[in-house]
């Protein structure tokens, strides 16, 4: 089945660090890939998505690219902020499905000033 | 707010008791799906409706659990005779269609802890 493999937290960084968090996944289709992000006391949302190989998602200064040679979907930032504090997810959804989602188990970013 | 609601926010139960949790989806949505979120862990798909039905309920763990949309708006998990390993947040998630490309929008989620 359709799994998804991200490296486990928390990271901790200080503020204007350049992030990488790695994300790898396995899928029997052809997948599109997500980032949603978990700020403390909100709701999970979206921060960026890729639909096929090589397509870069980028939102809010993050960034990360389909590689389905490696079946990776790294997320990037060159210069992060306290307000990055969250937790992030690395997800995709089976393109011969509706939307349903797959998870990682989420990596916890701690920024310091 | 135009946003997925869910209540209540937390609810404490027994063992054994019944629990019932409520999503109100983004008026219009067609798509919901319910999830469930262990501590620690990434959520995790329980089912979907398209409209008022159901259409996967393959991640549900066993008979105690049961979800409704009767009139393709309002969704409602029941878990029956609640254990300790149902202890999560529960995540209800909306999207405008039906398409893998549609944005999902989740609700702020409902942590039940089984005593």
């Known amino acids: 089945g359709d799994s998804v493999t991200q490296m486990e937290g928390p990271v901790t960084l200080s503020e204007e660090a350049f992030l990488t968090i790695n994300c790898t996944y396995t899928?029997?289709?052809?997948?599109?890939l997500f980032w949603y992000v978990q700020y403390p006391g909100e709701g999970l949302q979206l921060l960026l998505k890729?639909?096929?190989?090589?397509d870069k998602g980028s939102n809010k200064g993050f960034e990360a690219t389909y590689r389905k040679e490696t079946t990776s979907f790294h997320l990037e930032k060159g210069s992060v902020q306290v307000s990055d504090s969250a937790v992030y997810f690395c997800?995709?959804?089976?393109?011969?499905?509706?939307?349903?989602?797959?998870f990682g188990t989420g990596t916890k970013l701690q920024v310091i000033p | 707010g135009a946003g997925v609601s869910q209540s209540p926010r937390y609810k404490v139960a027994k063992r054994g008791q019944d629990v019932a949790l409520r999503c109100d989806p983004i008026?219009?949505?067609?798509?919901l799906f319910w999830y469930q979120q262990a501590l620690g862990q990434g959520p995790e798909f329980l089912t979907y409706?398209?409209?008022?039905?159901?259409?996967?309920k393959s991640g549900l763990p066993s008979d105690r659990f049961f979800a409704e949309r009767p009139e393709g708006s309002v969704s409602t998990l029941k878990i029956q005779r609640t254990q300790q390993e149902d202890s999560a947040v529960y995540l209800c998630?909306?999207?405008?269609?039906?398409?893998?490309?549609?944005?999902?929008?989740f609700g702020p989620g409902t942590r039940l802890t089984v005593l």
């Open positions: 998630a909306t999207s405008a269609g039906t398409s893998v490309y549609n944005e999902q929008f």
């Open positions: 899928a029997t289709g052809y997948p599109s």
């Open positions: 890729a639909t096929k190989a090589d």
């Open positions: 997800a995709l959804s089976d393109s011969g499905g509706y939307q349903k989602v797959t």
């Open positions: 008026s219009g949505h067609v798509s």
């Open positions: 409706f398209q409209n008022e039905a159901q259409l996967d």
